[in-house]
Protein backbone atom coordinates (compact mmCIF):
# COMPACT_ATOMS: atom_id res chain seq x y z
CA UNK A 1 0.00 0.00 0.00
CA UNK A 2 1.36 3.32 -0.87
CA UNK A 3 1.64 6.21 1.78
CA UNK A 4 2.70 9.53 1.10
CA UNK A 5 3.49 12.28 3.49
CA UNK A 6 4.18 15.93 2.67
CA UNK A 7 6.72 17.90 4.59
CA UNK A 8 8.54 21.35 3.92
CA UNK A 9 5.57 23.86 4.27
CA UNK A 10 5.74 27.37 6.12
CA UNK A 11 5.18 30.45 6.33
CA UNK A 12 6.97 33.20 4.20
CA UNK A 13 6.90 36.36 2.56
CA UNK A 14 6.26 37.23 -1.11
CA UNK A 15 9.29 36.33 -3.62
CA UNK A 16 10.52 33.72 -1.05
CA UNK A 17 11.22 30.27 -1.85
CA UNK A 18 9.94 26.66 -0.02
CA UNK A 19 11.13 23.22 -0.67
CA UNK A 20 8.36 20.83 -0.27
CA UNK A 21 9.11 17.30 -0.15
CA UNK A 22 6.80 14.11 -0.13
CA UNK A 23 8.43 10.69 1.44
CA UNK A 24 6.89 7.62 -0.58
CA UNK A 25 6.67 4.42 0.56
CA UNK A 26 5.11 1.14 -0.06
CA UNK A 27 6.33 1.71 -4.10
CA UNK A 28 6.26 -1.97 -6.07
CA UNK A 29 5.54 -0.70 -9.04
CA UNK A 30 8.07 0.39 -11.84
CA UNK A 31 5.55 2.17 -13.17
CA UNK A 32 4.38 5.27 -11.38
CA UNK A 33 3.00 8.93 -11.26
CA UNK A 34 3.37 11.26 -8.80
CA UNK A 35 1.57 14.66 -8.82
CA UNK A 36 1.26 18.15 -6.53
CA UNK A 37 -1.88 19.99 -6.08
CA UNK A 38 -2.84 22.79 -3.62
CA UNK A 39 -5.77 23.65 -2.44
CA UNK A 40 -6.72 27.39 -0.81
CA UNK A 41 -9.40 28.45 1.29
CA UNK A 42 -12.29 28.35 -0.76
CA UNK A 43 -11.38 27.18 -3.94
CA UNK A 44 -11.27 23.75 -5.87
CA UNK A 45 -8.35 21.62 -5.59
CA UNK A 46 -5.82 22.02 -8.98
CA UNK A 47 -2.61 20.94 -10.05
CA UNK A 48 0.73 22.26 -10.13
CA UNK A 49 2.83 19.65 -11.12
CA UNK A 50 3.63 16.00 -12.00
CA UNK A 51 6.61 13.84 -12.97
CA UNK A 52 6.49 9.93 -13.96
CA UNK A 53 8.95 7.10 -13.62
CA UNK A 54 11.11 8.16 -17.03
CA UNK A 55 11.03 11.91 -15.30
CA UNK A 56 8.58 13.31 -17.92
CA UNK A 57 7.24 16.18 -15.97
CA UNK A 58 4.52 18.82 -16.33
CA UNK A 59 3.25 21.75 -15.08
CA UNK A 60 -0.08 23.60 -14.46
CA UNK A 61 -0.19 27.11 -16.72
CA UNK A 62 1.66 29.55 -15.09
CA UNK A 63 3.87 27.53 -12.20
CA UNK A 64 6.03 26.41 -14.78
CA UNK A 65 9.20 28.62 -14.33
CA UNK A 66 8.45 29.39 -10.54
CA UNK A 67 7.68 25.41 -9.39
CA UNK A 68 10.42 22.54 -10.19
CA UNK A 69 9.25 18.99 -9.70
CA UNK A 70 11.82 16.27 -9.36
CA UNK A 71 12.84 13.14 -7.66
CA UNK A 72 15.33 12.61 -5.67
CA UNK A 73 17.33 9.30 -7.31
CA UNK A 74 18.21 6.99 -4.34
CA UNK A 75 15.19 7.59 -2.51
CA UNK A 76 11.37 7.69 -2.92
CA UNK A 77 11.35 11.75 -2.31
CA UNK A 78 9.46 13.97 -4.61
CA UNK A 79 10.47 17.56 -4.49
CA UNK A 80 8.28 21.16 -5.45
CA UNK A 81 11.11 23.30 -5.30
CA UNK A 82 8.64 27.00 -5.13
CA UNK A 83 10.20 29.80 -6.05
CA UNK A 84 9.80 33.31 -6.14
CA UNK A 85 6.07 32.86 -4.44
CA UNK A 86 2.92 35.30 -4.36
CA UNK A 87 -0.14 35.15 -1.74
CA UNK A 88 -1.93 33.79 -4.27
CA UNK A 89 0.37 31.06 -3.73
CA UNK A 90 -1.19 30.28 -0.29
CA UNK A 91 -3.15 26.93 -0.25
CA UNK A 92 -2.38 23.64 1.30
CA UNK A 93 -0.15 21.71 -1.14
CA UNK A 94 -0.59 17.89 -1.79
CA UNK A 95 1.53 14.91 -3.31
CA UNK A 96 -0.70 12.31 -5.31
CA UNK A 97 0.18 8.97 -6.77
CA UNK A 98 -0.93 6.60 -9.41
CA UNK A 99 0.22 3.16 -10.48
CA UNK A 100 0.59 4.01 -14.09
CA UNK A 101 3.14 6.84 -16.33
CA UNK A 102 0.07 7.48 -18.64
CA UNK A 103 -1.72 10.94 -18.39
CA UNK A 104 0.99 12.01 -15.93
CA UNK A 105 -0.34 15.35 -15.51
CA UNK A 106 -1.48 17.76 -13.09
CA UNK A 107 -4.62 19.28 -14.87
CA UNK A 108 -8.16 19.52 -12.68
CA UNK A 109 -9.19 16.98 -14.89
CA UNK A 110 -6.89 13.98 -13.86
CA UNK A 111 -7.48 14.40 -10.33
CA UNK A 112 -9.60 12.13 -9.67
CA UNK A 113 -7.21 9.22 -11.48
CA UNK A 114 -4.68 9.76 -8.87
CA UNK A 115 -5.40 6.71 -6.11
CA UNK A 116 -3.52 7.84 -3.09
CA UNK A 117 -2.81 10.82 -1.22
CA UNK A 118 -0.64 12.78 1.34
CA UNK A 119 -2.38 14.82 3.98
CA UNK A 120 -0.77 17.86 2.96
CA UNK A 121 1.32 20.79 3.95
CA UNK A 122 0.58 24.35 4.68
CA UNK A 123 2.46 27.15 2.64
CA UNK A 124 1.34 30.50 3.35
CA UNK A 125 2.64 33.68 1.68
CA UNK A 126 2.38 37.37 3.37
CA UNK A 127 2.67 40.38 1.02
Known amino acids: QVRLEESGGGSVQAGGSLRLSCAAS????????VGWFRQAPGKEREGVASINNVGYARYAGPRKGRFTISKENAENIFLLQTNDLESADTAIYYCAHKSSQWDCVPDSWAIGSYNTWGQGTQVTVSA
Open 26 to 33: GFTESEYC
